[in-house]
């Protein structure tokens, strides 16, 4: 296994595994998107046969003196292997969600000792997740659903997109000092600062963080407000694809991130066997 200190590339992937995520993200976002106001969404249609939604999360987050509560991701369990379990979240959609993006001072990550500083308003969203049974009934800290789920399950994949990354980030670090633990991560901001993305990369080898190069939210916090990102990533780039419209959000959309890993052009395309590690 290469360390998470080692620079990978596209091909350094397992692709149809990261491909795999990155749907699993996109069908929190059609799940969200199909009633945004509905904190107890159905899967869509072709969700895959071999995984079933158990949990439901939802957020209370507050920003300034405004807050609101949304569905923002899923617990899904493989029928096929009980034991590995998969944590998805969504990315940023509402405005109080863009106004959490924006909050870039540094708090103490308390869930984990030693951990360092974490972005303030991703941190806050965490810390106000909760999870729910597919009714919607029975609301749980998130704390507790992940205590559970770490405590039952062999393997733990983390997935998520933008802020969602951010969300699966924190989640990872706490997961990972319990059971064997993975994240996918497609757009992912700065999360912490030096400490913590040491202690996450520590803890966290098979850490794979996909970038669109074009893409400023990779690049945000910034490293001037103390922010660093956890490990090199894997670059990809729509700039290669003229199907793919350049602008900030074509750049940042899960779409674009679907697209070209649906389509990895000759100088990202998978070997015949390639290392999951980066």
Not at 64 to 87: L, M, N, Q, W
Request: charged fraction near 15%.
């Amino acid at each position: 296994m290469m360390s998470s200190s080692i620079a990978r590339t596209a091909t350094d992937i397992n692709w149809t595994e990261t491909l795999f995520w990155a749907k699993m993200v996109n069908y929190a976002y059609e799940m969200y998107k199909s009633s945004p106001c509905n904190l107890a969404p159905l899967p869509p249609a072709d969700f895959p046969d071999d995984w079933e939604v158990e949990i439901l999360l939802i957020v209370h987050p507050v920003a300034v003196f405004f807050t609101e509560t949304k569905f923002i991701g899923y617990v899904a369990r493989s029928t096929s292997d009980p034991t590995h379990v998969a944590v998805i979240f969504r990315g940023t959609e509402t405005e109080l969600e863009w106004l959490l993006d924006a909050e870039f001072g540094l708090v103490e990550f308390t869930e984990v000792p030693h951990a360092g500083y974490t972005e303030k308003g991703f941190t806050e969203c965490y810390r106000t997740l909760y999870g729910t049974n597919t009714d919607g009934s029975n609301e749980t800290p998130f704390t507790e659903v992940l205590a559970q789920l770490t405590s039952s399950s062999a393997k733990i994949t983390i997935a998520g997109h933008s802020l969602g990354g951010a969300l699966a980030i924190l989640t990872g670090i706490c997961s990972a000092n319990v059971t064997q633990t993975e994240v996918y991560t497609y757009a992912a901001p700065m999360t912490g600062d030096p400490t913590f993305s040491s202690a996450y990369c520590q803890s966290i080898p098979d850490n794979y963080r996909v970038y669109n190069e074009p893409d400023i939210v990779p690049k945000l916090p910034g490293e001037w407000f103390g922010f660093v990102q956890v490990g090199p990533g894997i670059p990809l780039n729509s700039l290669d694809y003229p199907t793919i419209g350049h602008s900030l959000k074509d750049y940042h959309s899960i779409s674009t991130y679907l697209y070209m890993l649906e389509h990895p052009t000759s100088s990202n395309a998978p070997a015949p066997h390639v290392n999951q590690s980066n």
